[in-house]
């Protein structure tokens, strides 16, 4: 029987767990349908991709999945990798304040506040920054709005001190963003609605986000990645897919509506008929792959970000001023370059070999994008001065890796969830059967893609189905 195609671009983990639901539930209700997932580089991954030196397991790109959000560990069961998991080391991690490593305060999410008692003995605050901070008691809310910025609802609750010395770097690393432009209804929702409610983020985060339970053992990490790295999870996927799957090496060049579905053009000049895609490569791709239909052009406006790691293998011998922690966040207000370092081999001890260290930092703030494109000695030693200042390392790395994400971080900025519901609108009128999901929409991390994943093949299901 000649089965028609439904075709899947781009294979990061959007593109690989979509191909991956929809096999599954072309199997089950046995539908006369086949997929096709076009993959622009010669591998798949995307954002994921691990590699292994010398007995270290070093993340390049993505280092773990939050272990909360339920999508992300109902896969990793379902693909029987659950023995493969691995949870993150436990322990104290710092912020970085004007050259200055703090303790990340207890009772605080994300940042804010939630228990008075740790935040005033914090030192990373000073006592008027703690007296402003803590007005957030007693504030009258701000109007009810569709959307603002981040930055413009926490500095108007708390201040700006709190928000650049402690809340601005948890926050802007998730979203390699400017807080200040980041939508807040497309990032952290419930902060409006905790404002909106209790009129104070600090009583409404002391209703709603339970503390930890109070434990003598030590606690499970809130992250998990595999035993071989999150490679693992794209491999796996990979292996239970049909064969003829996926092609690599192709670039989709556009796509043209059809009376009978659509013609996806590869750069080869190869044409796949198909009655219902799943698009999941990055947003700035959309306008020229749709180029018949203007509504996707607000995309072209939309900004990314870059970003580089610098992971670097050393003895441990060589790290004289140990300090006893899985790393720090760096302040916008400190004299550094580096955003971010993670001690490697204390979060992940299983990636390193015994005796030796591995030190990944990032570099790329929102106003600072040049470094990203530095040369690559340049970029190391600028590292190692960094954390020089703050813990004394004597020897050069034995090796290092440096990974560069140019223009790849979406931007969620004010106004997002409108512009993404307004192209989804016009899409099912316009492109019926046309579907958009992966990091540029509703969520960048592993989990949120994956179950964007999942809903997108939901509705290629129905759409084929009625
Ligand atoms: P991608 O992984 O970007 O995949 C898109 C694919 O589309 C790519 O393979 C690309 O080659 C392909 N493509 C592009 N154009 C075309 C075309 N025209 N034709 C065909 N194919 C095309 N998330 C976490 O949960 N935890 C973390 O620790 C974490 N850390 C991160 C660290 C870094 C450095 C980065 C960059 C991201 C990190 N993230 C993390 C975010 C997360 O990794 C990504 O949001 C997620 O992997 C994106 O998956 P995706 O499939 O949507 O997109």
Redesign the pocket.
């Known amino acids: 029987m000649n089965k028609q195609t439904i075709v899947i671009?781009?294979?990061?983990?959007?593109?690989l767990s979509a191909a991956y639901y929809l096999q599954k539930a072309i199997r089950e209700k046995d539908l006369p349908y086949q997929v096709r997932l076009?993959?622009?580089?010669s591998r798949?991954g995307?954002?994921?991709n691990t590699l292994k030196r010398d007995g270290f397991i070093i993340e390049r790109?993505?280092?773990?999945?939050?272990a909360r959000k339920k999508p992300g560990v109902k896969l990793v069961e379902e693909l029987g990798l659950k023995d493969e998991m691995i949870r993150n080391g436990t322990g104290q991690s710092y912020i970085l304040v004007q050259g200055k490593l703090h303790k990340m305060p207890k009772g605080a999410f994300m940042g804010v506040p939630k228990q008075i008692g740790p935040f005033l003995r914090s030192g990373l605050v000073s006592p008027t920054g703690k007296i402003r901070a803590l007005l957030d008691l007693v504030k009258a809310k701000g109007p009810e709005q569709p959307d603002q910025s981040l930055g413009s609802l926490l500095r108007r609750r708390f201040g700006n001190e709190l928000v650049d010395n402690e809340i601005e770097p948890l926050l802007s690393g998730i979203y390699s963003g400017d807080i200040d432009e980041m939508s807040l209804m497309a990032t952290f929702p419930n902060f409006y609605q905790l404002e909106q409610k209790y009129g104070s983020l600090i009583k409404g985060l002391k209703q709603t986000v339970p503390n930890p339970p109070k434990t003598t053992g030590k606690t499970p990490g809130a992250f998990f990645s595999f035993k071989d790295g999150l490679q693992t999870i794209v491999d796996k996927l990979v292996e239970k897919l049909d064969e003829n799957t996926i092609l690599l090496d192709?670039?989709?060049d556009h796509i043209e509506k059809k009376d009978t579905g659509y013609h996806v053009l590869l750069d080869s000049g190869d044409v796949i008929k198909a009655v219902s895609v799943i698009t999941?490569?990055?947003h700035q791709?959309l306008p020229k792959m749709f180029s018949q239909f203007n509504f996707l052009k607000p995309f072209d406006d939309v900004p990314a970000s870059s970003?580089a790691?610098v992971a670097m293998a050393f003895d441990q011998s060589a790290i004289k001023q140990d300090i006893d922690g899985t790393g720090f966040v760096v302040s916008r207000n400190s004299d550094f370059r580096i955003t971010a370092c993670t001690w490697t081999h204390k979060k992940w001890p299983s990636c390193t070999p015994e005796g030796k260290a591995l030190i990944r930092c990032y570099v790329g703030r929102p106003h600072d994008q040049e470094v990203v494109d530095l040369p690559d000695e340049e970029l190391v030693q600028l590292v190692l001065n960094d954390l020089n200042k703050t813990m004394n390392i004597t020897a050069e790395p034995e090796f290092s890796v440096i990974s560069r994400?140019k223009n790849?971080?979406p931007q969620y900025t004010v106004g997002h969830i409108e512009r993404i519901e307004k192209a989804r609108q016009e899409a099912s009128e316009q492109l019926p059967g046309v579907y958009f999901a992966?990091?540029s929409f509703e969520g960048?991390?592993?989990?949120d893609?994956i179950d964007q994943a999942e809903k997108a093949v939901h509705q290629v299901i129905d759409f084929l189905q009625t």
């Open positions: 671009i781009g294979g990061g983990i959007t593109g076009v993959e622009a580089s798949v995307g954002k994921i790109g993505a280092d773990s999945m939050i192709s670039i989709v999941t490569t990055p791709t970003v790691n994400w790849i971080m992966g990091s960048v991390g592993i989990p893609c």
